[in-house]
């Protein structure tokens, strides 16, 4: 199965800051078959991009994905106080789906 | 609007069997052109897709899952369920109900999600 390891696992930054997050796949990810989710504390994950770079309904601007093959970004630019949160990539162009560990955004 | 609501003992004893409900509500799922799906997040493992089922009652499973899950479907009452048999600690974690999404397909990206329910293992 495909390994997905996003880095850093924990990043500290501050409102107002512009913050990139990666995940890297073990091998080729077909058709950009990538999503990125949001998970707030207690919360389920909420979907906030696929097919790499496409924005899920309702989900700002300040957030894009991009990338392709085996490497993948989620930007978020202009964080905001409800963005601090764990932020996890899955690939669902190869089954099975995978996810990756997640990263951790919190609050400088 | 879509809404899902997962439902279920949230102790379960070793060797017994795990059995969790998905009500769906704001579409019906037959006829639906989606697969809906249970997903399951640990602190060890992060999140893992279980499997999917569609309104027929077609199932994929995850690899690991194959043989020992049953994902069903229920369109009378606009529900689907999970049942695993003979679990253990392992199978301690919270459970999401998801809808597939992308029409026909048992494997995607998912959206939305349940609130999900913590299910512990334990006597």
């Known amino acids: 199965e495909i390994v997905l390891t996003q880095s850093p696992g924990t990043l500290s930054s501050s409102p107002g800051e512009r913050v990139t997050l990666s995940c890297r796949a073990s091998?080729?990810?077909?058709?950009?078959?990538l999503a990125w989710y949001q998970q707030k504390r207690g919360q389920a994950p909420r979907l906030l991009i696929f097919?790499?770079?496409t924005r899920a309904t309702g989900i700002p601007d300040r957030f894009s994905g991009s990338g392709s093959g085996t490497d993948f970004t989620l930007t978020i630019d202009g964080l905001e106080p409800e963005d601090f949160a764990v932020y996890f990539c899955q690939q669902y162009g190869t089954s099975p789906i995978t996810f990756g560990q997640g990263t951790k955004l919190d609050i400088k | 609007q879509l809404q899902l609501q997962e439902s279920g003992p949230g102790l379960v004893p070793p060797s017994e069997t795990l059995s969790l409900t998905c009500a769906v509500s704001g579409v019906s799922i037959d006829g639906s052109d989606y697969y809906w799906g249970w997903m399951r997040q640990t602190p060890g493992k992060g999140l893992e897709w279980i499997g999917s089922v569609y309104f027929t009652g077609k199932s994929y499973y995850h690899p690991s899952h194959k043989g020992r899950v049953n994902i069903s479907v229920d369109t009378s009452n606009n529900q689907f369920s999970l049942e695993v048999p003979s679990v253990t600690a392992a199978d301690t974690a919270d459970y999401y109900c998801?809808?597939?999404?992308?029409?026909?397909?048992?494997?995607?990206?998912?959206?939305?999600w349940g609130q999900g329910i913590l299910v512990t293992v334990s006597s």
């Open positions: 091998e080729f990810v077909i058709t950009k078959n």
């Open positions: 097919g790499a770079s």
């Open positions: 998801v809808r597939v999404a992308g029409a026909y397909s048992p494997v995607n990206w998912f959206d939305p």
